[in-house]
């Protein structure tokens, strides 16, 4: 029987220490080139100048339409791909320019877990080498020393001890994210990035993987950037969400704030569009009109006026900042402009 997600999540306590990884001024751009020399002839700007701040031992939902930057921002904090410019502190260090031995110090402490379980998987590979690989890769132990660890792992994340001795395409889409899961807690890490973790799962599976990625943030204090475009996924998981469009970061708060009362015309559009289980209740939707720009060619001014069903003249001219207006909820949108 599939568990239920919990709907309430209490309030995490903060500290002065609270903050584990702070991204200042994040840019992502890839070069376009074009002729027959190649020249640059422009930038695709996938994450444009975003900031934010995931705390200790909680889940921060990031979210928007597929091709805003949300997926290049988890590669990028992770130094998947080097950063454009920007800094990224990991617990108080700048791991934004580190290469070679002293990035590879801090990979342990940063893992991922990605959206499709088969491809992220060697098939050639059993389970078991392939969740002690970066045990191997940094520990520098043999297979054989690794077992009992390995096995309490499967163990761990639902999987049995004789999956040990399998190979990927014997399981099912969430047996294999599961495995995913298990490769990525081997090296005890402090930040997990989920890059839609359950949307290529049954809808059946998807609530036993929230549940057992839920239950390993308590048991280990990890700390989760969720990456998803299900908004009633994200609710059940974040305590904090950021609303990310076409590279921009347009709405930071808490999970509660954003959901009752979102700010920013894109993020109430997200909202309504939400399907509302009770068939008696009506509810509004907002449709916006109009395609999503080209990264390579964004809007001037705030980037979402060319789709905003309340723009006004000033928001083809003026680039909103993030800022807070409310406590813990932060909005980039001329609306709240005091000016």
């Given at each position: 029987?599939?568990?239920?997600?919990?709907?309430?999540?209490?309030?995490?306590?903060?500290?002065?220490?609270?903050?584990?990884?702070?991204?200042?001024?994040?840019?992502?751009?890839?070069?376009?080139?074009?002729?027959?020399?190649?020249?640059?002839?422009?930038?695709?700007?996938?994450?444009?100048?975003?900031?934010?701040?995931?705390?200790?031992?909680?889940?921060?939902?990031?979210?928007?339409?597929?091709?805003?930057?949300?997926?290049?921002?988890?590669r990028?904090?992770?130094?998947?791909?080097?950063?454009t410019?920007?800094?990224?502190?990991?617990?108080?260090n700048?791991?934004?320019k580190?290469?070679?031995?002293?990035?590879?110090?801090?990979?342990?402490?940063f893992?991922?877990?990605?959206?499709?379980?088969?491809?992220?998987?060697?098939?050639?590979?059993?389970?078991?080498?392939?969740?002690?690989?970066?045990?191997?890769?940094?520990?520098?132990?043999?297979?054989?020393?690794?077992?009992?660890?390995?096995?309490?792992?499967?163990?761990?994340?639902?999987?049995?001890e004789?999956?040990?001795?399998?190979?990927?395409?014997?399981?099912?889409?969430?047996?294999?994210?599961?495995?995913?899961?298990?490769?990525?807690?081997?090296?005890?890490?402090?930040?997990?990035?989920?890059?839609?973790?359950?949307?290529?799962?049954?809808?059946?599976?998807?609530?036993?993987?929230?549940?057992?990625?839920?239950?390993?943030?308590?048991?280990?204090?990890?700390?989760?950037?969720?990456?998803?475009?299900?908004?009633?996924?994200?609710?059940?998981?974040?305590?904090?969400?950021?609303?990310?469009?076409?590279?921009?970061?347009?709405?930071?708060?808490?999970?509660?704030?954003?959901?009752?009362?979102?700010l920013?015309?894109?993020?109430?559009?997200?909202?309504?569009?939400?399907?509302?289980?009770?068939?008696?209740?009506?509810?509004?939707?907002?449709?916006?009109?109009?395609?999503?720009?080209?990264?390579?060619?964004?809007?001037?001014?705030?980037?979402?006026?060319?789709?905003c069903?309340v723009?006004?003249?000033?928001?083809?001219?003026?680039?909103?900042?993030?800022?807070?207006v409310?406590?813990?909820?932060?909005?980039?949108?001329?609306?709240?402009?005091?000016?």
């Amino acid at each position: 029987m599939t568990k239920q997600l919990d709907t309430v999540k209490e309030p995490k306590q903060e500290t002065k220490d609270d903050v584990l990884v702070d991204i200042i001024n994040l840019k992502k751009y890839y070069p376009v080139h074009a002729g027959f020399f190649k020249r640059k002839v422009g930038d695709v700007k996938a994450v444009d100048d975003i900031s934010i701040s995931l705390k200790r031992g909680e889940t921060f939902g990031l979210v928007g339409e597929s091709g805003c930057g949300k997926s290049t921002a988890g590669r990028t904090i992770l130094r998947l791909t080097d950063v454009t410019e920007g800094k990224i502190i990991f617990d108080g260090n700048d791991i934004t320019k580190l290469s070679g031995a002293k990035l590879r110090k801090f990979r342990e402490k940063f893992q991922m877990v990605f959206q499709d379980p088969y491809a992220s998987l060697n098939t050639k590979m059993m389970v078991g080498h392939i969740v002690d690989e970066p045990l191997r890769n940094f520990y520098k132990k043999s297979s054989k020393q690794l077992k009992p660890e390995v096995m309490a792992l499967l163990n761990r994340v639902g999987l049995r001890e004789s999956d040990y001795y399998k190979y990927p395409h014997e399981f099912s889409g969430g047996q294999r994210q599961r495995i995913g899961i298990a490769r990525a807690l081997a090296l005890k890490p402090q930040l997990i990035i989920a890059d839609e973790p359950v949307s290529a799962l049954d809808v059946s599976i998807q609530s036993q993987v929230l549940n057992l990625l839920k239950e390993l943030q308590d048991e280990f204090n990890l700390t989760y950037l969720f990456i998803a475009h299900d908004l009633s996924v994200v609710k059940h998981m974040s305590d904090r969400i950021g609303v990310m469009y076409l590279g921009n970061m347009v709405e930071v708060g808490d999970n509660e704030e954003i959901y009752k009362e979102p700010l920013h015309p894109y993020t109430q559009a997200l909202i309504s569009a939400i399907p509302e289980p009770d068939p008696t209740l009506k509810k509004e939707r907002i449709v916006l009109q109009g395609d999503v720009p080209s990264p390579q060619n964004p809007p001037s001014g705030c980037v979402f006026h060319t789709r905003c069903p309340v723009a006004m003249p000033k928001c083809k001219e003026i680039v909103p900042q993030l800022k807070e207006v409310r406590p813990n909820h932060q909005v980039a949108c001329l609306l709240y402009d005091e000016d």
